[in-house]
């Protein structure tokens, strides 16, 4: 499949080419999971006028603008929000939501949960690199214990959120983490995030070279990335035995795939029936 | 003019009663992380150590991504406003080339003189605007058309400089180095004012940078037409392939030079060039096995499959 | 399905959610405030039954979102609010007046500021509506004073949306929101439906913010093979951001532009014996209510006195305000406030005229009473 697709896939068929080079740093994950998301829209053969990308700011958010679709480049931390009404509005689009480890557990952390409650068809991939990249490098929700931002000087002693069982316990459908390292795998695990009917949450695990790894003495792009490859484990990271850990990021377990898949109704199909039904009801 | 005089300590405050403020101004201009604040904060230091009144303000942004990186030094003996009006920098100092560009209509015209690695860091939207034909184009002026402009100019490939002594990212003190020829005052006050302000196991690189800067300052002082070589990027050329079932292909403009696809490539056939764009220098050993297309974060490389009939979905 | 017009007794904020219906709006999001929850409520009954939707969201902030993403599909989309919840939405409203997206916003005011006082009525958020969000932006407010006004300015706040792709607030205060008066309401189909312009020709060469004649460019429904971009970020006629100072002059001056091409349009508003009065009373929503009873009993004791009635809100209806006081010596500027609209009214008159204010803050309506003595202190000094 992979293979198949990787041949018939040209990237270029589904960017917007004369804003390239894009603006993101050397080294940025970022690039490579907008990589894997097109891909994954090739894969399953969707129309790109027929798909709706909205993203939020930061980084993350302005990845969308290279994707020649229809896109969406909204206010901090409220693509979810956006997002909501687009897919409630026109059932008939693919909205595809790009967003960040600030933009969607920080400040917009209300409309995550409450995306994830609702169960609306929509697929949210939050590019977790640690920090607020586009501010200049502060600490964000996931910025792992010890490490140095801008406003952690002497090192994080914040703990962490855990996006993925913050997904999953909130309800989302469809919950998977990757590393931008297993390119294909992420693409896979998107594919069956968009194929997914129902809220569908994948965080992909980014790096940030420029601000933090530089910033962490982490190495250059290169090591960055290798470092995700040799530290993956097949357990959790954040909770080990029932208990909340605040270890470093890179030292802790991932686990990565598909890590809850539910058939939980989806929110708009179950509205547009729960309507149909009250118009029957008041004609006869 | 002679920087080294206009600012020489017999200008200093006090010295002459009733003299019309004298006034340097120092912009400084750069993209995100080039460090043009460690820079700004070497140049006011020196304008405090040598007693003038000193202000200074920046903006830092990304500048990479489309916002700008600058900062203003102004010294003397009494400094009032912290910003430097249009055309009234004396010394233009750029840490990366479009961006001297973009700032060039703040110098002094017919005096000012400009300073300024001939490195460029592609920032996107000179790249937007290049496709559009508009005036921010990115490669439209040279080195030596720009020099022509100015009254007095430096344009160094002081990256490679920084490169030579080890680390890529002390090519903001080789410009400070440069900075302190045009300037004057003692070179001593200029390597206390860095060691003071760069990171403590950093200070003999940083030192060694300065010292590379004013070296090479000083040779084109000798001889003008030295400060007028430079290094232009030029496109790179993309190897002839053998006729085989793929075919590997590079867009040296989108390359930022991150160097994953080198690292990662497991054939060990591809390589970074003097520009820091990659190339495929091995291509007998490529296998076409797409790992640095899938890892290149730019899109910069694609590796194209001719399609068997069979193979079709 | 009644071929003619009903009359039927509603209350201020269900004639504001059926009048959103009759004007096409198919998309409701919304958070639970005082006192505007009637209308989330009646939207709620109104949105599956007309084949829209209706969705509770989780805050303010994203009832607006939505509100913008579904518009941004195409959908004719409201939400509701009061004082807290309008300062929540500060940061949309310059979303959709920057990105140039049609959406109705109904603040029902009560007192503030902060939770301040939810069951009474205010107007103190006349500036808050023109100027709540930051930056330069151009929206629109209307500002009825009866509940058949609130039924039909509310389709007119969705056709001046749809039309001029900008956000635009229905301002009215608690008490004629819960005010019950007989509204006629238009059989079903014969309230013609504004609907925006969209993209059409060669999606190529399709620039999302040309510069148009009337200056509002048509719009892309995503789906349509446009495949445009929309951002917060200032932009250019091609939808990408851009830095370039006269760009970005071009840009805002053209987005502000809308308002001033428009005027007429936009422009509404009652003078009720202005022709010979000396004494002018400005005043909007229950206030104006109350001045027009004074009014009405100033001019029965022989006093030149008129009531000017601004109804478009912002854009402030200058040149009518200023033809409608030619002949007037005092203006009387009575609001629920600690005195908003007469700073507007004491720029309009430059020093030229007399200008008074009665400004309440106490939570409670201004009686006639009041405001029929201030004309009579005024007009027996003279």
Known sequence: MDEISADSFNIRDYLRLELFPHFLCPGCGHGIALRALLWAIHELGIDKNDLAIVSGIGCSGRTGAYIDANTFHVTHGRPLAFATGL???RPDLEVVVITGDGDCLAIGGNHLIHACRRNLNLTCMMLNNEVYGMTGGQASPTTSATRYTTTTQSGSIEPVFDA?????????GFVGREVTIQTPALKNLLRDAIAHKGFS???VLSDCTEIFGRKNDLGESPEMIMTQKSTMRPASYGVVGGNIVDEPFRATNLKTGILTRTDRPEYGAAYRAHAAGIRAARKS | MDMAQKVSAETAPGTTPGATPDTTNVLIVGVGGQGVIMVSRVMARIGQLQGFDVKQSEVHGMAKRGGVVFSHVRFGPTVWSPTIPRGKADILLALEWAEGLRWLNYLKKGS??????????????????????????????????????????YALDATALASALGNHRVSNTVLLGTLSVVIGFAPEIWQKAIAEMVPPRTVEVNLKAFEAGRRWAAAARENPESAREHTLRKPAVLPELEARDFELRITPEWCKGCDICVKMCPERCLSLNALNIVELTEPDRCTGCRICEWLC????????????????? | MPSQSTARDLQGNQACALGAVAAGCRFYAGYP?????????????????????????????????????ASMGGAKAMTATSGPGFSLKQEHIGYGAGAEIPCVIVNVMRGGPSTGLPTRPSQGDIMQSRWGTHGDHSVIVLAPASVPEIFSETIRAFALSERLRLPVIVLYDEVIGHLVETVEI??????????RKWATGAAESFQPYAVTDDLVPPMARPGDGYRTHTTGLTHLESGFPTQEPECVERITRRISGKLVHHRELIESYEAAGCEDAEIVVCAIGISARAARRAVNAARAQGIKAGLF?????????????????ASARTIIVAELNAGQLVLEIERLCGGARQVESIARVDGEPIEPAEIEAKIRELSSHG
């Open chain 2, 297 to 313: 974060p730019d899109f910069a490389i694609d590796v194209i499959k001719t399609l068997p009939e069979t193979a079709s979905r």
């Open chain 3, 309 to 325: 009635r601004p109804i478009t809100l912002w854009p402030f209806p200058e040149s009518a305000f200023k033809s409608a006081t």
């Open chain 3, 33 to 69: 405030i005082t006192p505007s929850s009637e209308i989330a409520e009646t939207m709620s009954v109104e949105m599956p039954r007309a084949g829209g939707v209706f969705v509770q969201m989780e805050d303010e902030i994203a009832s607006l979102g939505a509100v913008l993403g």
């Open chain 1, 87 to 89: 897919a409630l509005a």
């Open chain 2, 112 to 153: 000012g003189t400009f300073i300024a690695d001939t490195r460029h860091i592609v920032p996107p939207f000179a790249c937007l605007d290049r496709t559009r034909g508009a005036k921010l184009g990115y490669l439209a002026e040279p080195p030596g058309v720009v020099l022509d402009q100015v009254a007095d100019g």
């Open chain 3, 186 to 195: 238009p059989a079903p189909g014969t309230v013609e439906v504004a609907d």
């Open chain 1, 201 to 203: 949450f994948v965080e």
């Open chain 1, 164 to 172: 993925c069982a913050l997904a999953a316990a909130a309800g989302a």
